[in-house]
Structure formats: C-alpha cells, structure tokens
C-alpha cells in the first residue's frame, strides 16, 4: 500500500524554534545557504537517514520542529566534519546536528530507544561518575538499556576483546573524581549565560 | 623532565591497548619522553557534546589546565581526542563568556598537586595539543627515523588510513584532503605505500558500535579498497579506526564478497617492528586478525 505522504501545515511550524535555528547558525550564514546540498552529498549515512543533512537545514529554518528533532538524522551523524570542511557557506553543520541532539534531548523528542541517544547518556552518566570511560561498562548499559537482542551478532566480536585482554581489568577512576563533578555542575549552573 | 606530556585517552587503556603499548615503546626508542598527564579524565569524546555544551566544554579543560601546569607539549594519540582538545582550545580562546565560566568554575573545584601542595587548576597559557603523526614528522623527522631503522619492513605493502578528526574541521598539521604525514613515516621504514583514496573517509566511528547494521557499508568499502590495491596491510592512527575496521572485519569481508582478511596495525606497531621492537612490546599479540605474515616480513636486523 502506498504511504500517504504528509503535508506539513502551518499548524506544524513552530516559530520559536525558527527563531532559535537561526539564531544558533547565525541569521547572515543561514540566509546565504543556497541548499546546494553539498551537506547531504558528502554525508557518508545520508542513505541511512530519513531526512539528509539538507533537508534538516531547510526544515529547521522553516520551524518544522517535530519534524527536525524526531527524525534520525541527528542521531546517525558520526561526527566527521565532511559537511563542514565542503559547505560553501562555512556553515559548521556538525556543530549544528550537537545543538539539535540536545534540544532534542532536552525536550525528549528524540526517537524513543533510540541507541545514539542512549548511549549519548550513559556515556555522560558514567563519565560523570568515573572521569572516565570503560568501553565495556558502555557497552553493556548501552545494550541493556537500548535492547540486548540486537546486539547478539556481536557476541563473537566480545569474545576477541575478552581473549585478547583489550579491555581495563580495573574500574577506570580519577582520584579527584569528586573535583570533576563539582566542576560539571559549577559550569551547569552557568549554562544560560552561554548561547546554544 | 619529559620532554611531552600524555594523554592516552580511554579507548587507549581498553580496546585500544596496543596502541598504548606500541606508542609508549616507539617513542622511548626514539628517545623522546612522554610523561602521562597525572589524573587526566575523560575528554568527553562525541557523546558528551550531544549532551551539555558547557560541560564538555568543562570536562576537556581540566586536562588541558592539568598539562599547562607541566609545561609541555601534550601529546593526544586518539583522533577524537586530540580533536576535542584542540577545538576546546580554540574555543576557550574565542568566546571570552565561555573561557570565564569554565576557568572560574576550574579554578574554584579543582586542584593539582605540585612541589607547593595542592593549587587551583588554571590554564595559565595555550597548550599545545600535538598528534603522534606530527610530533614524529616535524620534531623527530624522518631522517632520523629513518637512521633509527634496523629490521626494515622490505618492500611492505601498506596503505594508510587516517579517519576524520585528525584532518576535519581542523587540519592543523597535514594536508586535509590528501594527508602525508603517515604515508612518509612508513616509506621511511621501508614499507611500499599503497595509495588509499579514501584515506580520510568515514569508519562509522562510534555508530559501529551502537548501530553495525547501519555502518558496515562504511568498514566494508575501505577493507574492499586496500584489498583490490594489493595492500598486506592497513595502518591507521585511530583506536576507533583500527577497532571498525578489525573488530567488523568478518561481516566486512562478507559484506564484499571476500575471504583473506586484512591486518590493521597502528602506524606505531609498523615503526616499532622496524626498530627492531619485540612485537610482544608492541601489542601485536592483541590482533584479531593474524598478523604473522607482517613478522615473517621484516628484514634480517643491519
């Protein structure tokens, strides 16, 4: 059966969020992308994702909300500055896809178990509790948390780590663990003062 | 007194141990110090960033102030790493609203520990965050390695693969679309170096992990690459690289339609077999995939 497929209405477009998108890339850059789509063309997931880097732009600046912050895009990006070493426009586009997973996270509009995003918080939860991470303490709260099943496939690769001793015996801490976090929430409590 | 400090990072403690071990080994048979950054933690990675901007922000400038404190270059093997410490950097130095909140909240929370007891944690100047690849190339430089060769990887082929971040957004010591600075390191110890076009383009990075259905075309088409130019091996300078592309090779190969796997060395284990390093020292023994048609490889000690 074909999908019928969706019209966005006004009633869809969110103005505060426009407001924000562009005020996040800056009015005068955002206004010069001429959505050449250089962005999803260099994209190495773009066949992956719902709405390609482009698409997010355009949407974004037309404050279609819903649609920018529960798609997959921002979850899939891996973080490898394609996008923005060949934007014409300098736009910082991976700078842009961290802004909208926070917001994303902040108002829990992100897909649901989504595993981009729920590895995004253990990792912070066990770096804010260690100081640092143990790939193998990750990787079990991100499995156990985000469904175990799919990650059946990887057991054999597991078994490598564990064989070849890849993986700390000890609970990787800092000594002044205590310091850190008292500094994450210092800088917290600041957070308004600084844009995005 | 060390010449370098260092920061490993955590993949270099776990997964990335023979990096750690081939990094530590080939540095002090060159004669250059490291000395690891006392405390250093987390750099926040990707993650961090989706999660609080201030924060990582935060996170990364406690160890750069930890380093300013040495007096040091700091050396970041990790790709990610040294990325999110030199942008943090670069940040700091840009967005004076930034620099106050952080280095006010640092100096209020946290403390280091010198000749005098414990002080407030500051960064009192700019550190520089060095990679291995441009510490190698433009403070050793490859006439010295070279003379420090005694087992030559005769005629090796060896394609280098070297991911994004160390040449994305910033390329700071190489070439951003056409690096060199490992390509020269291997010629200089005798590996033939087998052009690699995609030597900057995408592993799948932490994807690989959370979603390896969505990533292996990535792995794939770089395993595919190097085979089809008739590389013996692949040399990366990324633990997460050098993970993607050994710990999926099975499903890669698969994938591709290919039998014979790959060995994928950090550029550091190549080095350290030229300089006549016990590949024990260097983490070899940690492959998963065989290496011992690289050992067999390496020229009689001159």
Same mark, same amino acid.
């Given at each position: 059966?074909?999908?019928? /497929?969706?019209?966005?209405?006004?009633?869809?477009?969110?103005?505060?969020?426009?407001?924000?998108?562009?005020?996040?890339?800056?009015?005068?850059? !955002?206004?010069?992308?001429?959505?050449?789509?250089?962005?999803?063309?260099?994209? /190495?997931?773009?066949?992956?994702?719902?709405?390609?880097?482009?698409?997010?732009?355009?949407?974004?600046?037309?404050?279609?909300?819903?649609?920018? !912050?529960?798609?997959?895009?921002?979850? !899939?990006?891996?973080?490898?500055?394609?996008?923005?070493?060949?934007? /014409?426009?300098?736009?910082?586009?991976?700078?842009?896809?961290?802004?909208?997973?926070?917001?994303?996270?902040?108002?829990?509009?992100?897909?649901?178990?989504? /595993?981009?995003?729920?590895?995004?918080?253990?990792?912070?939860?066990?770096?804010?509790?260690?100081?640092?991470?143990?790939?193998?303490?990750?990787?079990?709260?991100?499995?156990?948390?985000?469904?175990?099943?799919?990650?059946?496939?990887?057991?054999?690769?597991?078994?490598?780590?564990?064989?070849?001793?890849?993986?700390?015996?000890?609970?990787?801490?800092?000594?002044?663990?205590?310091?850190?976090?008292?500094?994450?929430?210092?800088?917290?409590?600041?957070?308004?003062?600084?844009?995005? | &007194?060390?010449?370098?400090?260092?920061?490993?990072?955590?993949?270099?403690?776990?997964?990335?141990?023979?990096?750690?071990?081939?990094?530590?080994?080939?540095?002090?048979?060159?004669?250059?110090?490291?000395?690891?950054?006392?405390?250093?933690?987390?750099?926040?990675?990707?993650?961090? &960033?989706?999660?609080?901007?201030?924060?990582?922000?935060?996170?990364?400038?406690?160890?750069?102030?930890?380093?300013?404190?040495?007096?040091?270059?700091?050396?970041?093997?990790?790709?990610?790493?040294?990325?999110?410490?030199?942008?943090? *950097?670069?940040?700091?130095?840009?967005?004076?609203?930034?620099?106050?909140?952080?280095?006010?909240?640092?100096?209020?929370?946290?403390?280091?520990?010198?000749?005098?007891?414990?002080?407030?944690?500051?960064?009192?100047?700019?550190?520089?965050?060095?990679?291995?690849?441009?510490?190698?190339?433009? @403070?050793?430089?490859?006439?010295?390695?070279?003379?420090?060769?005694?087992?030559?990887?005769?005629?090796?082929?060896?394609?280098?693969?070297?991911?994004?971040?160390?040449?994305?957004?910033?390329?700071?010591?190489? @070439?951003?679309?056409?690096?060199?600075? &490992?390509?020269?390191?291997?010629?200089?110890?005798?590996?033939?170096?087998?052009?690699?076009?995609?030597?900057?383009?995408?592993?799948?990075?932490? *994807? &690989?992990?959370?979603?390896?259905?969505?990533?292996?075309?990535?792995?794939?088409?770089?395993?595919?690459?190097?085979?089809?130019?008739?590389?013996?091996?692949?040399?990366?300078?990324?633990?997460?690289?050098?993970?993607?592309?050994?710990?999926?090779?099975?499903?890669?190969?698969?994938?591709?339609?290919?039998?014979?796997?790959?060995?994928?060395?950090?550029?550091?284990?190549?080095?350290?077999?030229?300089?006549?390093?016990?590949?024990?020292?260097?983490?070899?023994?940690?492959?998963?995939?065989?290496?011992?048609?690289?050992?067999?490889?390496?020229?009689?000690?001159?």
């Amino acid at each position: 059966m074909a999908k019928e /497929p969706k019209i966005r209405t006004e009633a869809d477009r969110d103005r505060e969020f426009a407001a924000w998108f562009t005020d996040l890339v800056g009015e005068e850059k !955002l206004r010069r992308c001429i959505h050449c789509g250089v962005c999803s063309g260099s994209c /190495p997931l773009a066949d992956h994702m719902d709405e390609g880097p482009r698409r997010i732009m355009y949407l974004a600046r037309e404050g279609f909300k819903d649609d920018v !912050l529960s798609s997959n895009t921002i979850w !899939l990006c891996t973080s490898c500055y394609a996008c923005t070493v060949e934007c /014409p426009q300098q736009i910082p586009v991976t700078d842009v896809m961290y802004a909208l997973k926070r917001r994303a996270l902040e108002e829990g509009t992100y897909p649901r178990r989504h /595993p981009t995003a729920v590895m995004a918080r253990e990792f912070s939860t066990i770096v804010r509790r260690d100081g640092r991470m143990n790939e193998v303490r990750l990787f079990a709260r991100l499995a156990l948390k985000s469904g175990v099943l799919r990650y059946l496939g990887m057991a054999g690769m597991g078994m490598n780590v564990v064989r070849k001793r890849r993986f700390s015996l000890r609970r990787d801490t800092i000594r002044h663990r205590a310091e850190l976090r008292k500094l994450l929430d210092t800088v917290e409590e600041h957070r308004a003062e600084v844009a995005s | &007194m060390s010449d370098y400090s260092y920061y490993p990072g955590c993949s270099l403690k776990g997964t990335g141990r023979p990096y750690d071990e081939s990094m530590q080994a080939v540095f002090a048979a060159l004669g250059l110090g490291l000395d690891e950054l006392d405390d250093w933690n987390c750099c926040g990675a990707t993650a961090y &960033m989706a999660i609080d901007e201030v924060q990582a922000v935060a996170l990364a400038g406690r160890n750069l102030a930890l380093a300013a404190a040495t007096g040091n270059d700091v050396v970041a093997p990790c790709n990610a790493c040294w990325l999110v410490l030199t942008k943090t *950097q670069g940040k700091l130095g840009d967005d004076v609203a930034l620099r106050d909140i952080v280095c006010g909240a640092l100096g209020a929370t946290c403390t280091a520990v010198n000749g005098d007891g414990p002080q407030p944690l500051r960064i009192d100047r700019d550190v520089a965050v060095r990679h291995p690849l441009d510490v190698l190339i433009n @403070d050793l430089g490859v006439d010295a390695l070279g003379e420090a060769v005694t087992r030559p990887l005769d005629g090796l082929k060896v394609t280098p693969y070297y991911g994004c971040q160390i040449v994305r957004p910033l390329a700071t010591f190489d @070439d951003q679309a056409d690096p060199q600075t &490992m390509d020269r390191l291997l010629a200089a110890v005798g590996c033939e170096v087998v052009d690699n076009p995609y030597k900057t383009r995408c592993c799948g990075a932490s *994807q &690989m992990m959370i979603m390896p259905d969505v990533g292996i075309d990535l792995v794939s088409l770089l395993i595919a690459d190097a085979v089809a130019r008739g590389a013996e091996a692949i040399a990366v300078a990324c633990p997460l690289c050098q993970f993607n592309l050994e710990g999926y090779q099975r499903k890669a190969l698969k994938e591709a339609g290919l039998e014979q796997s790959i060995p994928i060395l950090y550029f550091t284990q190549l080095l350290g077999l030229a300089l006549g390093l016990d590949p024990k020292r260097l983490g070899l023994h940690r492959s998963f995939v065989p290496v011992d048609s690289i050992l067999g490889r390496r020229a009689a000690h001159v």
